[in-house]
T-cell receptor, first 111, second 114 residues
Framework: DVKVTQSSRYLVKRTGEKVFLECVQD?????MFWYRQDPGLGLRLIYF???????EKGDIPEGYSVSREKKERFSLILESASTNQTSMYLC??????????FGQGTRLTVV | AQTVTQSQPEMSVQEAETVTLSCTYD???????LFWYKQPPSRQMILVIR??????QNATENRFSVNFQKAAKSFSLKISDSQLGDAAMYFC???????????FGTGTSLTVIP
């Protein structure tokens, strides 16, 4: 079975903290994504990566950065967390020409 | 950029009845994929059904089927014999065959009434 694992289900951080969200996939997929999910807005793409050390900005990259040092791991970094980054974060991966596989999501609260 | 529109934020259906969720999309491409994903409350997003644009036949997975109208750019999901476990947020998604990005609609929250 395909598996995409996010390091935390729930996270509470303080304003100004540097936050790391980790995502690991065990399927050797080239492509990995980070989405933010908010009610009424659907899923919005933050960043994606199509290979190790390669990344591209999505629709809402401001305030975020990413790292992909190994094929199986894609990290989302909030450089200085703010309350408007309180949200559900979803990681996904996919090989070419198939559907995306999602992690279980991380619900981040910034206080 | 491609856009995906789900015009029904909320829907409800009686258990054992049939419900149809709507999705339209905008693209200038001819070769692409369409998906319906299900996200149960506090649970992982999973694929319900997938349609390849070059296939004229509508995809079917057990109680789930789609009505794919390529000219109209419409991709609706029909759930037959609805069950309590079908209650979830449903997202419609598009991806170009040659592209890397998925484009999602805003979701439809489905309630199943016992």
């Amino acid at each position: 079975d395909v598996k995409v694992t996010q390091s935390s289900r729930y996270l509470v951080k303080r304003t100004g903290e540097k936050v790391f969200l980790e995502c690991v996939q065990d399927m050797d997929h080239e492509n990995m994504f980070w989405y933010r999910q908010d009610p009424g807005l659907g899923l919005r793409l933050i960043y994606f990566s199509y290979d190790v050390k390669m990344k591209e900005k999505g629709d809402i990259p401001e305030g975020y950065s990413v790292s992909r040092e190994k094929k199986e791991r894609f990290s989302l970094i909030l450089e200085s967390a703010s309350t408007n980054q309180t949200s559900m974060y979803l990681c996904a991966s996919y090989p070419r020409n198939t559907e995306a596989f999602f992690g279980q999501g991380t619900r981040l609260t910034v206080v | 950029a491609q856009t995906v529109t789900q015009s029904q934020p909320e829907m409800s259906v009686q258990e054992a009845e049939t419900v149809t969720l709507s999705c339209t999309y905008d693209t200038s491409e001819s070769d692409y994929y369409l998906f319906w994903y299900k996200q149960p409350p506090s649970r992982q997003m999973i694929l319900v059904i997938r349609q390849e644009a070059y296939k004229q036949q509508n995809a079917t997975e057990n109680r789930f089927s789609v009505n794919f109208q390529k000219a109209a750019k419409s991709f609706s999901l029909k759930i037959s014999d609805s069950q309590l476990g079908d209650a979830a947020m449903y997202f419609c998604a598009y991806r170009s065959r040659m592209g890397n990005q998925f484009y999602f609609g805003t979701g439809t929250s489905l309630t199943v009434i016992p």
